[in-house]
């Protein structure tokens, strides 16, 4: 069985793309046309980009993470895939400009993860708990660059709070096919980084 799981941006002008690799997201007549069944959760920014995430499934059993009723951003999405697997979308906050709100937000939302995913991982059912965690786990996770010693990708408490969820049990598939190697999952359009390879770990799968 293979998952695959695409992090794009504005899918509609890649859907080309999405589809060649046979992932999907929104616009539904499409991906089904394409023989898919697709649910999505999606939230109105107040900008031309709304914001989404997106799973081949026809079974939803989680919408938002738990933990917060007041907490509308459309950041996590759980439905079941075939083979009795659990399959997890999310989209932990950037949590830049740190100190302040958003990183406050970043840490209680990274929280509330940990509690769902023990849960999860109490269930002894497989879970894939796909995503972009936001977070640098080390520093073998980014190319050598001062640039982002502030960035909250790379604080200590958003780098406590994945290591609270790995020690649960959870495998980071990257480092467990790719223990030693670099394995950059994130670049920067800005200063040529993605020709030279200057990027980070900020998308982990498991």
């Not at 799973?55 to 996590?76: E, F, H, K, N």
């Not at 002894?124 to 972009?132: I, N, R, S």
């Not at 604080?155 to 959870?170: S, V």
């Not at 994130?186 to 020709?195: E, G, V």
Request: proline letters at 6%; hydrophobic letters at 45%.
């Amino acid at each position: 069985m293979k998952i695959a799981t695409f992090n794009i941006n504005n899918v509609n002008k890649r859907l080309a793309n999405l589809l060649a690799y046979k992932a999907a997201d929104s616009p539904r007549a499409a991906i089904e046309k394409a023989g898919y069944g697709a649910v999505w959760c999606g939230q109105n920014l107040g900008t031309a980009s709304p914001f989404w995430r997106a799973a081949l499934s026809r079974i939803v059993t989680q919408t938002r993470l738990p933990g917060d009723a007041d907490d509308m951003q459309a950041r996590y999405i759980e439905a079941a895939a075939v083979k009795g697997v659990l399959i997890t979308l999310l989209y932990a906050a950037n949590g830049n400009p740190q100190r302040g709100p958003k990183f406050t937000y970043k840490l209680a939302w990274m929280d509330r993860l940990t509690a769902h995913a023990a849960e999860l991982f109490a269930a002894g059912v497989p879970v894939v708990l796909a995503g972009d965690y936001n977070v640098v786990p080390t520093d073998r996770g980014i190319y050598p660059t001062k640039s982002y010693d502030k960035d909250a990708l790379v604080q200590p408490e958003a780098r406590e709070r994945f290591r609270e969820l790995l020690g649960q049990g959870w495998r980071d598939a990257i480092r467990t096919l790719h223990p030693d190697a670099p394995m950059y999952t994130y670049w920067s359009y800005l200063r040529n980084r993605w020709p030279r390879m200057a990027g980070c770990a900020s998308i982990i799968y498991w």
